[in-house]
């Protein structure tokens, strides 16, 4: 079955950049979206399409893609910041999935 | 404001079915503009695509779990439903239900459905 392969997780100081990778066979022909799930919480969209910023997220979240790897990108972080973060995506038959999620904490 | 509530049974049996309904409220269900779905996560666990449901009634189905799931809408009371037969303790998760933006690139094919916004989930447990 068809995997999206993301780092379990990420540390970064408040004020520097996080970047989560998303790696999948069909990203080339598919847009990925991301998603941030704090503790307790459901998830939350931040990203669609591989860099479009929903309305009410902070600029400082950011999306880029480039082949079979979609980044998802944190800059100035802050502490409010630390969650999991989802992608999404389709498969070849147009069925979704995620990918394991990545763990950002800020030290 | 849109908001969706996910409601039912929080244990189920296994070997029976697992029935939640999902409450739209800000906004009809009908709009043409949006589908919705229902997504699930076991405990300390990723998220799992369940489905997908337009209000005209056309479905589609996670392959893993299809033979198993049923998702149809009431648009007299606004709501999603699922049901999800013959559970197992593997099918103990938070669910929940969200909507589904698609947008077309052409007059068939669609670009894959982000989900926005979510309730705030259900746990539902199977145990005997």
């Known amino acids: 079955s068809y995997e999206l392969t993301q780092p379990p997780s990420v540390s970064v100081s408040p004020g520097q950049t996080a970047r989560i990778t998303c790696s999948g066979d069909?990203?080339?022909?598919?847009?990925a979206h991301w998603y941030q799930q704090k503790s307790g919480q459901a998830p939350v969209l931040v990203i669609y399409?591989?860099?479009e910023r929903p309305s009410g997220i902070p600029e400082r979240f950011s999306g880029s893609s480039s082949g079979t790897t979609v980044t998802l990108t944190i800059s100035g972080v802050q502490a409010e910041d630390e969650a999991d973060y989802y992608c999404?995506?389709?498969?070849?038959?147009?069925?979704?999935?995620f990918g394991i999620g990545t763990k950002v904490t800020v030290l | 404001q849109l908001q969706l509530q996910e409601s039912g049974p929080g244990l189920v049996k296994p070997s029976e079915t697992l029935s939640l309904t999902c409450t739209v409220s800000?906004?009809?269900?009908?709009?043409?503009?949006?589908?919705w779905g229902w997504i699930r996560q076991p405990p300390g666990k990723g998220l799992e695509w369940i489905g997908t449901?337009?209000?005209?009634?056309?479905?589609d189905y996670n392959p893993s779990l299809k033979s198993r799931v049923t998702i149809s809408v009431d648009t007299s009371k606004n709501h999603v439903s699922l049901k999800l037969s013959s559970v197992a303790a593997a099918d103990t998760a938070v669910y929940y239900c969200?909507?589904?933006?698609?947008?077309?690139?052409?007059?068939?094919?669609?670009?894959?459905?982000?989900?926005?916004?979510w309730g705030q989930g259900t746990l539902v447990t199977v145990s005997s």
């Open positions: 399409k591989d860099s």
């Open positions: 800000g906004g009809p269900v009908t709009s043409s503009s949006y589908y």
């Open positions: 999404q995506s389709a498969d070849s038959s147009n069925s979704y999935v």
């Open positions: 969200a909507r589904a933006i698609r947008q077309y690139y052409d007059r068939s094919n669609y670009y894959p459905d982000w989900f926005d916004p």
């Open positions: 449901i337009y209000y005209s009634g056309s479905t």
């Open positions: 069909a990203l080339p022909k598919h847009y």
